[in-house]
């Protein structure tokens, strides 16, 4: 199944990039938290890199143009530079961050389904593939989804009935997303349970992602749903992104762990969101 796995994300990235990222969690880590820590600031220079992260000036002139080979960054005389607006942070790179948080998110998350006939619809993220993968064992399980890693991941199991939206590919999630993605999720009377990721949930903001396109083809999806559960690590929390899922009103419980900010957590409770904190 890993193989399987491997194969979808080469499709988005060259090889040779891709065999440096899985030549070591610790450096894909790092990258990702270059990426972050640039994206804040908007610039950063190899010294201020040097300083926070303890690397040699080599070291990061490497990762800085492992970044720029991909777009994410765009190389200065001495540092780099986003542009364009926040930097998304690959699924490549994510799928190394936050694991063992993620981890109890997902069980926590997959705790809550029934066991008897229920259907579900996932959005795309490492949190919600983890999901996924918690629920492999059930039985009697409909899944609707908009990830080619959540239906590549499910596939080997037949007793799961898997319906995969149609749609445009969005190489750095992997996501299906855009007129026929929201179609399918249209076409679905209703489901019982969505899984949104997301890269931010605030109570002022709702839930957030990077990209509008990604957000309205996730919003169908959640407008199908009996409930909608919010899986997200405590970094997403209290942040919001550039474009909106949902809000806030329409999110029945969120999971996420204890590293998350407790007077936002306060808050979303506060507003009727039953907090799962794993």
């Not at 060259?14 to 908007?42: C, H, M, Q, V, Y």
């Not at 990061?60 to 607006?85: E, F, N, P």
């Not at 489901?191 to 990604?214: F, K």
């Not at 900010?261 to 507003?271: G, H, I, K, V």
Request: charged letters at 25%; proline letters at 2%; one cysteine or more.
């Amino acid at each position: 199944m890993r193989d399987c796995d491997d194969r979808f994300v080469a499709s988005a990235y060259n090889s040779s990039t891709i065999a440096e990222l899985g030549s070591s969690t610790k450096r894909s880590r790092r990258l990702a938290d270059i990426l972050d820590f640039i994206s804040d600031r908007g610039e950063a220079s190899i010294q201020e890199l040097g300083e926070h992260f303890g690397a040699s000036a080599a070291t990061l002139r490497r990762d800085l143009g492992l970044l720029a080979d991909q777009g994410l960054l765009v190389r200065t005389h001495g540092g780099a530079t986003i542009s364009g607006g926040p930097a998304e942070v690959p699924v490549a790179l994510r799928d190394t961050r936050f694991a063992d948080a993620k981890a109890r998110i997902a069980r926590a998350a997959a705790a809550l389904i029934p066991r008897e006939r229920h259907a579900i619809s996932f959005s795309g993220g490492t949190t919600t593939a983890s999901v996924a993968r918690e629920l492999a064992w059930h039985n009697d399980l409909t899944v609707v989804t908009n990830s080619l890693t959540i239906g590549t991941l499910l596939a080997r199991f037949p007793r799961l009935k898997v319906v995969m939206t149609g749609g445009i590919l969005r190489p750095q999630s992997l996501e299906l997303v855009g007129v026929l993605a929201e179609g399918t999720f249209n076409a679905v009377k209703h489901v019982g349970t969505a899984i949104l990721g997301a890269d931010g949930i605030s109570a002022a903001d709702g839930v957030t992602t990077h990209d509008e396109t990604e957000a309205r083809t996730n919003h169908a999806m959640v407008s199908k749903a009996d409930r909608t559960v919010v899986v997200a690590d405590g970094s997403k929390v209290g942040h919001a992104a550039f474009a909106s899922m949902a809000d806030i009103a329409e999110i029945d419980v969120l999971v996420t762990d204890d590293s998350a900010d407790a007077e936002e957590l306060a808050r979303l409770r506060a507003l009727g969101v039953q907090v799962i904190v794993a």
